[in-house]
């Protein structure tokens, strides 16, 4: 291996102040969130304590932060569900190239490059004239689905776009169905990255603020509830809450990223399962 | 019969994007045309009213604050997508050609992706003990003795929201970037070198055509991010900034929709034009 080159050694450090500059703030607000009780917003820390987080377990006086965890967590899965179902079957169709599937791509291109706000004051105004009620599991889902949908898609696009058709071909020249290829060819294969599908879809659900913020009704999402918290919340409580909730994003994407691992073991372990759809 | 309809693969590739177009339809489709419709009504202190009237439209275009804040929104996007650019590049750069292990590669890209995926509120709050008058920006450039007192423009300005875009949205850049990087056929940088040329040379003219694409889906997804954005502004100026997303939310705020619409109206066809140009460089379903 021959010497680094100088560049080698700029780029590095730009890497890592890039790094210190993405990671740098939430660490801030980690430490700050472990104030004395008498601490404030900014430094100097004013003694240590789990005050702060104390008060997040208490009855609130802020708000409903577990009702609004609760929701969006319940949200983020049933959205997370729907977006590696709806994926799938979508990227599957796009394989086919039918007619109209450019108009249908430009749709989902649309959807993901549309001003959040358009979506929130158009579903919105929809349900409002409706005479329907906004309500974060009707309107509120649909609305983060516009949001969720293009991304789950581009990566089937990327993942079929890398797919060995003639493991199909071979399915197919063995006499399996249409549906067996599917099921017992097709899904296995794509299966870590339907992991990937099912982060973005849990991940940006959980995290979504703009699309939600006019078609959740009465009952706040997480990030709405803190989002109003910034506004009348002066005391460290609100890092509190923002260390616990990002701890559980890195949880969350941990535990993704920690299944998508262990699938790729196992199938290097297992080499094929061939034969068993017989 | 019904089998032979079901081989078709039109017919069968509609069955399959279904859901997609049902979900499209109902909450993109619809709420557009929804908002082109309620530009057009009336609205009193209280309540809208069906309408065909060009009044709202009238009004935004015979206001001077309308072009002020386009100007405004186009200026936060510009200087965003030039320092996101900038900066996804050089680490982009640096994950592809000079980083040689392909599973460290995959880590520090993994270290780079994962802030995408915790909350955007929460990554704009983190910024408040920094920038304030007593931050920490504040209190290490007092100590250094740079400056005798805190600097007032470090926190609610447009410093501050651009700084808060570019920690936002650089990932952004950074993915498509290293994708399109990642699929450059070392050899043809060999190559480059052989044939004499410098490491510079090698980076204007191979690397940066090649990875034009990727820059173009890197472009698209930061304008439009800030060109839509109307909470980052709000958080991060302390309401003292505005832009157009902020415009519509006003608005909506003050219940008054069809004048929001009429805005968001405007503001779609500006971003979609966006969009039109620069789909015109790159075929995003090839290069995924």
Known sequence: MDRRPRSFYVL????????????????TIGILSFQGPEGGLTFPMNGLSLHWFRDLFQQQ?????????????????????????????????????????????YAAITSLVIPSILISLGVG????????KVHWASSGFGAQLTWTLPFGLLI????????????????????????QTIRYVVLPIIAPSLIGVALFGFTLSYDEFARTLLTAGSYNTLPLEIFGMTTNVTTPVIYALGTLTTLFSFLVIGAFLLGTWVIGRRRARLGSDAGSAL | MG?????????????QAAPLTLVLLGFLVAPIVMIVIVSFWGATEFSIYPAFLWDNYDFLFSSPVTYKVFWATFKYAFITWALTLAIGFTVAYFL???????????????????????????????????????????????????IDEPL?????????????????????????IFNTMMRIDKSLLEAARDNGASGLQTLVHVIVPLTTPGIMIGTIFV??????????????????????????????????????????????????????????????????
């Open chain 2, 3 to 15: 089998a032979d309809l079901l081989r078709n693969r039109h017919v069968l590739g509609w069955l």
């Open chain 2, 223 to 288: 304008v439009t991010l800030v060109m839509g954005d109307f909470i980052t502004v709000r958080f991060m100026s302390g309401s003292q900034r505005a832009n157009v997303g902020r415009l519509i939310s006003n608005d909506i705020a003050l219940l008054q929709y069809p004048s929001a619409a009429a805005t968001a109206v405007v503001l779609l066809c500006t971003v979609l034009i966006v969009i039109a140009i620069l789909l015109r460089f790159v075929n995003i379903r090839k290069e995924l």
């Open chain 1, 125 to 132: 105004l929809i349900f409002n004239q409706l005479g329907l």
């Open chain 2, 152 to 176: 007032e423009w470090l926190l609610y300005s447009d410093f501050s929201v651009i700084l808060a875009f570019v920690h936002l949205y650089t990932l952004f850049m950074v993915v498509p």
């Open chain 2, 96 to 146: 592809a050609f000079h980083v040689r292990s392909l599973t460290i590669q995959i880590a520090l890209f993994l270290l780079c992706t994962i802030p995408f995926w915790t909350s955007n509120i929460i990554r704009m709050i983190s910024w408040i003990p920094f920038l304030g008058r007593n931050g920490i920006a504040n209190q290490t450039l007092i100590s250094w003795g740079v």
């Open chain 1, 61 to 105: 006086a802020v708000g409903d932060i577990w009702g609004a965890f609760g929701r969006s967590t319940t949200l983020g899965l049933m959205v997370m569900i729907t977006t590696v179902v709806v994926s799938v079957m979508a990227g599957l169709a796009f394989r086919k190239r039918f007619y109209g599937s450019g108009l249908l791509f």
């Open chain 1, 12 to 27: 590095a450090a730009f890497f890592a102040l890039f790094v210190l500059f993405l990671y740098g703030p939430i660490l």
């Open chain 1, 156 to 179: 089937m696009f990327a993942v079929f776009n890398r797919f060995d058709k003639s493991y199909e071909e071979a399915a197919r020249d063995q006499g399996a169905s249409a549906w």
